[in-house]
C-alpha cells in the first residue's frame, strides 16, 4: 500500500459525459502528479501540482483540467469525453516539487468511456 | 524532441541476470528512474540515479551514464515474482517515462 488513494476503481460513463477522479496523496506529500496509461501509449504524463500551484504541465488535452485543493488531495477533470480517452488514470504524490524524487503511485481509476 | 528509448521485450530464466538499457533523449535532465509495474498493479518505485554510476538496492542496481544519455536496470537471482514490465523515466524540462519493456521469466 503506497499511501497513495484515489476513488472511484472503476467508471464507466458515454462519450461526451464528464467525470472527476480524485486521489489523495500520503500524508505530508505535496506534489500531486497525474498519468494517463493505455495500452499503445504507455504511461504518458499529464499534470503536476506542488502545495495547490500548477507545477509542470505534459500531454494534457484542453477538455481535460485538474486542482488541488488546500487539503491537497487533487481531481482530474474529463470531459467530452471520447472513445480514446478510455485509459487507466494514475495519480501519484511526492514530497518535493522537481519531479526527481521518489513517486508513489495510486492504485488507479480504470476509466472505460463507450 | 524528448523521448526514452527501451526493449519491447526481454526473456531470461530463473536465477539468472538481466539487463534492460534506456537511452534518453530530453530538453534538461535530473536523473533517471524506474518503475516496476505487475499486471492489473500501479508502478512501484525501484531506483533513482542523478549522478553517473552504479547504485544498488538488494538484488537490483541501477546505472546511469550523463554523457551517453544513457541507463540501465540489472536484475540479479532472477525470481518468478520479477516477471513484470520494468518503466524508465526521465525528469527534464517534462517528465517523461519509456513505454516500457515486458519482463518474462522462464523456469
Known amino acids: 500500500d503506497s499511501g497513495v488513494t484515489q476513488t472511484p476503481k472503476h467508471l464507466i460513463t458515454a462519450t461526451g459525459q464528464r467525470v472527476t477522479l480524485r486521489c489523495s496523496p500520503r500524508?505530508?506529500?505535496?506534489?500531486v502528479y497525474w498519468y494517463q496509461q493505455s495500452l499503445d501509449q504507455g504511461l504518458q504524463f499529464l499534470i503536476q501540482?506542488?502545495?495547490?500551484?500548477?507545477?509542470a504541465k505534459g500531454n494534457i488535452l484542453e477538455r481535460f483540467s485538474a486542482q488541488q485543493f488546500p487539503d491537497l488531495h487533487s481531481e482530474l477533470n474529463l470531459s467530452s469525453l471520447e472513445l480514446g480517452d478510455s485509459a487507466l488514470y494514475f495519480c501519484?504524490?511526492?514530497?518535493?516539487?522537481?519531479?526527481?524524487?521518489?513517486?508513489?503511485f495510486g492504485p488507479g481509476t480504470r476509466l472505460l468511456v463507450l | 524532441g524528448q523521448s526514452l528509448e527501451q526493449p519491447s521485450e526481454v526473456t531470461a530464466v530463473e536465477g539468472a541476470i538481466v539487463q534492460i538499457n534506456c537511452t534518453y533523449q530530453?530538453?534538461?535532465?535530473?536523473?533517471l528512474s524506474w518503475y516496476q509495474q505487475h499486471d492489473g498493479g500501479a508502478p512501484t518505485f525501484l531506483s533513482y540515479?542523478?549522478?553517473?554510476g552504479l547504485e544498488e538496492t538488494g538484488r537490483f542496481s541501477s546505472f546511469l551514464s550523463r554523457s551517453d544519455s544513457y541507463g540501465y536496470l540489472l536484475l540479479q537471482e532472477l525470481q518468478m515474482k520479477d516477471s513484470a514490465s520494468y518503466f524508465c523515466?526521465?525528469?527534464?524540462?517534462?517528465?517523461?517515462f519509456g513505454k516500457g519493456t515486458r519482463l518474462h521469466i522462464l523456469p
Open positions: 501540482y506542488y502545495n495547490g500551484e500548477e507545477r
Open positions: 540515479n542523478a549522478l553517473d
Open positions: 530530453t530538453s534538461g535532465f535530473y536523473g
Open positions: 523515466a526521465v525528469k527534464g524540462d517534462k517528465i517523461i
Open positions: 501519484a504524490s511526492s514530497g518535493g516539487w522537481g519531479g526527481q524524487e521518489t513517486q508513489y
Open positions: 500524508s505530508g506529500d505535496l506534489s
